[in-house]
């Protein structure tokens, strides 16, 4: 290879490499599936804790622009995202917002979900539900400003991630006490929401509960999506039923937990109504890495899960490009493959549904085996189905890597 002397010659590089790829869907394709973009995601500016941004920033009209080119067809955004936090529910909010609702239509986009920073803002220090009646106060106010920004925006969803919801130092607080006082502003975000749609004439948005096991505060009071479920049905909430969950695939794999686990509780529920989709490592910190390429195995065996069970709801693009990729890169290679991941490891999900070797293996599990009453009886007549488990681990695998359609490697 030449010496790269250029910027020129590394796009040249780059491109060419991407196209060599190949493997990639259509605009026109993308926009078939329910996949949203975060104003968050796409500006990411690769800065974190002890590392410097890498990135320049990029507007929301820029993010809608190049979710149009990719063919990801919602949007969606924290309130501060895209407005100051001096200028919420000011005149100001609504030229700022009006002019990006312009420019999703221009783009034939739609607004999915808004939600509301309760964590970043020093007004955050002590949470949302914090000791002080002033902070808690203005947390009201902010929920009920998201949910005028929902309608105004069209979006169907409001999602709320408490990340400060905890505290660093035991004994500082009196947890039943916050959650109570931290069911208050849900409690006011859902009464405004049933005036506002009566008003517009619109449905009221899905109110969604986002879990996440530990960061910012040392102990989080709702870690976990299970937590969340039983926060909603605590009897401290006025309208549960507008009330469900957003669990984030990370989050529920960061303290070592089955994210397909804690989705298929969500699902019995009736309260898995938003998805944010991501991956990382067990035990580690909230890395965000696009969907599939930690844990593609995974992933499949979670798609087969919500086809399965009707899922119906967003999948949404919440990871951070990692900070080595360029502007350029942040939409010429890392959202269009993301997306591309996830409509192969979809579509993946729907082979293995209707693959006859799991099928069969499957209806002979659930069959068992007859000939047996007591316990020694039954462990022998059925010494033999229980290895159709690996079978079906194996046979997972050769449609991941295309086994079953003949692919071979020549050794």
């Known amino acids: 290879m030449a010496t790269i002397t250029s910027q020129s010659q590394e796009i040249s590089i780059v491109d060419r490499l991407v196209s060599a790829c190949g493997g990639s869907y259509s605009a026109q394709t993308r926009r078939k599936y329910f996949i949203t973009g975060p104003q968050w995601a796409a500006a990411y500016e690769g800065q974190a804790l002890f590392h410097a941004p890498t990135r320049q920033p990029v507007t929301p009209a820029q993010v809608i622009a190049e979710y149009d080119k990719i063919g990801i067809g919602y949007w969606c955004t924290h309130d501060t995202d895209v407005i100051p936090t001096e200028a919420l529910g000011t005149d100001r909010q609504w030229e700022i917002l009006d002019a990006i609702r312009k420019d999703l239509q221009k783009h034939e986009m739609k607004c999915s979900m808004v939600t509301c920073e309760t964590f970043h803002h020093a007004v955050w220090a002590a949470g949302p539900a914090a000791q002080s009646p002033e902070v808690r106060a203005y947390a009201n106010q902010r929920v009920v400003n998201n949910v005028e920004i929902g309608h105004f925006m069209g979006a169907q969803y409001a999602v709320y991630w408490p990340g400060t919801l905890g505290y660093m130092l035991q004994g500082a607080i009196d947890e039943i006490e916050t959650l109570e006082w931290y069911a208050q502003s849900i409690n006011a975000a859902c009464e405004a929401d049933i005036k506002l749609a009566k008003k517009n004439n619109r449905p009221t948005l899905k109110h969604c509960m986002e879990a996440k096991p530990f960061e910012p505060q040392a102990e989080i009071l709702l870690p976990t999506t299970d937590a969340m479920l039983a926060f909603i049905q605590s009897g401290k909430l006025t309208h549960p039923e507008m009330v469900g969950v957003n669990p984030e695939y990370l989050h529920e794999l960061m303290w070592g937990g089955a994210p397909r686990a804690a989705l298929a509780r969500a699902l019995m529920a009736g309260k898995l109504w938003h998805f944010d989709i991501n991956d ?89 085996v007859s000939g047996g009453k007591t316990a020694a009886e039954i462990a022998k007549a059925h010494a033999e189905l229980g290895s159709l488990h690996e079978l079906i681990g194996h046979r997972l695998f050769q449609i991941l890597i295309g086994q079953n359609r003949g692919r071979k490697f020549s050794v």
């Open 280 to 368: 990382g490592y067990r035990l580690k910190h909230d890395v965000d890495i696009a969907v599939g390429l930690v844990n593609p195995l995974d992933w499949l065996c979670i798609l087969v899960l919500l086809r399965s069970h009707g899922y119906n709801g967003p999948f949404n693009l919440d990871y951070k490009p990692p900070r080595t990729t360029s502007n350029k890169g942040v939409f010429s290679i890392s959202f269009p493959t993301a997306v591309d991941r996830f409509i192969t490891l979809w579509e993946m999900a729907g082979e293995v549904s209707e693959d006859p070797i799991i099928k069969e293996a499957t209806e002979a599990l659930k069959q068992g």
